[in-house]
T-cell receptor, first 113, second 115 residues
Framework: AQSVTQPDIHITVSEGASLELRCNYS??????LFWYVQSPGQGLQLLLK??????LVQGIKGFEAEFKRSQSSFNLRKPSVHWSDAAEYFC???????????FGTGTKLQVIP | SAVISQKPSRDICQRGTSLTIQCQVD?????MFWYRQQPGQSLTLIAT?????????ESGFVIDKFPISRPNLTFSTLTVSNMSPEDSSIYLC????????????FGPGTRLTVL
């Protein structure tokens, strides 16, 4: 069965610092991978997705993620964090069928001045 | 993308009662889904809302507890029936847009507290 692990429950970074959120997945074939962000009181917004091709994926709001098959990882990065990036981030994996998308438990990002 | 709204945004309900949550999309979509996000946990798919037919429920979720309607391509409701405190969660509606396979867009969610 597919699964997603986000090992960091909570991360605190200073505004302007770089950010990397970890995501490890378990899936038997090439997965579809997603990162979503959930701001307080809001629904989930898609940041980026990987289906195939270039393993470095660019998303909205200056985020990028890199698919590393050898490490079963899809880490999310941003070179310089803004206070408005404070939110919860969810990694998700699926085989291409929406019914089977599995979400990680989320990483809550706090940004300090 | 699509604009997805949910009503109510939050509610506090008594044990044993039922609550119906509405999801409205500003464009016609084929696929609509309902998720539950329990406190401190990730999202769990409840069911796929099928237009004109019965919803498709995931393991652990049943129609008697979570009846779903989908009368047209822009609207769906989820009812949480005979509620208990364990039903306290955020309930999220999501859609998959044509031309965006396997990519879901989420509504703002309904925060439900059951006393």
């Amino acid at each position: 069965a597919q699964s997603v692990t986000q090992p960091d429950i909570h991360i605190t970074v200073s505004e302007g610092a770089s950010l990397e959120l970890r995501c490890n997945y378990s899936y038997g074939a090439t997965p579809y991978l997603f990162w979503y962000v959930q701001s307080p009181g809001q629904g989930l917004q898609l940041l980026l997705k990987y289906f195939s091709g270039d393993t470095l994926v660019q998303g909205i709001k200056g985020f990028e993620a890199e698919f590393k098959r050898s490490q079963s990882s899809f880490n999310l990065r941003k070179p310089s964090v803004h206070w408005s990036d404070a939110a919860e981030y969810f990694c998700a994996v699926g085989p291409g069928g929406y019914q089977k998308v599995t979400f990680g438990t989320g990483t809550k990002l706090q940004v300090i001045p | 993308s699509a604009v997805i709204s949910q009503k109510p945004s939050r509610d506090i309900c008594q044990r044993g009662t039922s609550l119906t949550i509405q999801c409205q999309v500003d464009s016609q979509v084929t696929m609509m889904f309902w998720y539950r996000q329990q406190p401190g946990q990730s999202l769990t798919l409840i069911a796929t809302a099928n237009q004109g037919s019965e919803a498709t429920y995931e393991s652990g979720f049943v129609i008697d507890k979570f009846p779903i309607s989908r009368p047209n391509l822009t609207f769906s409701t989820l009812t949480v029936s005979n509620m208990s405190p364990e039903d306290s969660s955020i309930y999220l509606c999501s859609v998959e847009l044509a031309g965006g396979p396997d990519t879901q867009y989420f509504g703002p969610g309904t925060r439900l507290t059951v006393l």
